[in-house]
Structure formats: structure tokens, C-alpha cells
């Protein structure tokens, strides 16, 4: 691949796994598009990239809850570059009473995790296909494994990136873009998060994962062509292992003790 030229996308990049993402290609000498809120330091987190590993960075601050903003995103993606590489990272999760969550919200996750995920693919799939080699990748979660309560939404959102990221790989797969999806646990993204994560109990500490290693760990795996890469693997198991009427509430139960907390 001539990286000097082309460009990987990330989603979601001012923090967390997606920043993680943004600092691992660059140290891999491959230039980068940022994307994400206004108001999060993209501007100098994209400079930080270019100081310290002397790779091209760019940035484009959107919601990308709105449709026609995705779409301005990705026409300006396509008239301005050549990207080789997509990782659809921006999602929201949401810990919440359905019955007391409005509209808006369920709204925006839905776009955010859902659409915004599939637009995004498809409007950028012509340019990653004109590229010698290209690769998608798309973060799922291990809630993809299995409804919960009080998460009603999000864990369905992920199931969806789960399944739609498995049908895309199989489909383009005498192509030369390659499709993998990754499932992580909870983050350590900030203390509020690990505070919060923990309230939940052994389950909660036991899937709690460093960002920058699940993101080195995925960029290893991509370029390996894993089709689903695992980062905690205990936890993948119990999912797989555990029948759903014993998860399923065990991890309502979990996320009912954070709310209380």
C-alpha cells in the first residue's frame, strides 16, 4: 500500500478507542481523517498526529446522527481523497428505563450505531474498491452476544453491526476490500466510565479493557485478515458458553445496579 497517498478513516476519533485507532496508524506511517462531535480537539489532536509521526492528518467535526450530514461527510471524503482503509468506529450506548428514555435518544443511537454505520460503508465503498488493497473495520461490542435490560437499544444496534459486517465481508470477499468486525468489552476511557462500569459488579470489571491495547490489537488483526477479532476472548466464551436464560437477567441485574448506583 502506498500510505503517502491514501488515507484511513476513523469515526468517532477525538477519544477512547477511536483516538486509540487514529495513534496507531499513524505510528504505522499511515495518514489519517478524523471524524467526530464538533467541540472535541480534533483540530489539535490532528496536529499532535502530524508533529509526532510526520504523517498527512485531517479532520471533519460532525453529528452524524443526521443523515444529510453523513452524506456531506462522505462526499467531501470521495472528492478529496483516495482512503484505503474505514473504521467505523462513532457509536453511542445509553444505559437508561425504556420507559423513561424519549424519543430523541432511541432516535439518535439507532442513527448513530445503525445508519450512520451503513451509509458511511456504502457511500465510501467505490473509492476503497478503486484502492489496491482496502479494509473496513467495524466495532461491534459484546453485547452483541446478548439482550440486556436497561441497555434495550444499544445491544441491538451492535447485534445489527455484528451481523451486517459478517454478510459485507462474505459478499466482497473476492474483492480487494476486506471486511472484519471486532466485539469489545467496556473501556477504560475515563474514570467516570471505569466508575460507573465497576458499580456493575464482577462482570463488569472482568470485561473492563485498555483502549489503546484493544486498538493496537485490532490494526494487528485487520492487516492478519481476521474476519471477527476477539479481544477478550474469557468473555466471548462465557457469552458463547452461557445459555441466554441465564445471562440475560444476570446482566440486567448488573446494569440495574448501575443505574441505582
Known sequence: ?????????????????????AENLAMKNINVILVSLPNQNLKELSQQLEEKYQIKAHYYEVDLSVN??????????????????????AGLGGTKRFTEASSDYINTILQVNVAATSLITHQLLPNLLRQPKAYILNVSSMAAFSPIG???????????IHSFSRGLHEELKDTNVFVSVVNPGAMKTNADVCKRIEKQGFWGKMTLLNPDKVASRCIQQLFK?????????ISW?????????????????????????
Do not use: C
Open 1 to 21: 500500500m502506498d500510505t503517502k497517498e491514501s488515507y484511513a478513516v476513523v469515526t468517532g476519533a477525538s477519544q477512547g478507542l477511536g483516538k486509540a485507532f
Open 225 to 233: 485478515k481476521d474476519s471477527v477479532i476477539m479481544v477478550n476472548p
Open 150 to 160: 436497561f441497555k434495550t437499544v444499544y445491544p441491538a444496534t451492535k447485534t445489527f
Open 237 to 261: 466464551l462465557v457469552m458463547k458458553i452461557v445459555p441466554i436464560w441465564i445471562k440475560l437477567p444476570l446482566m440486567t441485574q448488573a446494569i440495574k445496579r448501575e443505574i441505582e448506583a
Open 68 to 89: 444529510e450530514n453523513v452524506l456531506k461527510l462522505t462526499e467531501w471524503l470521495n472528492s478529496s481523497f483516495n482512503i484505503h482503509i474505514l473504521i467505523n468506529n
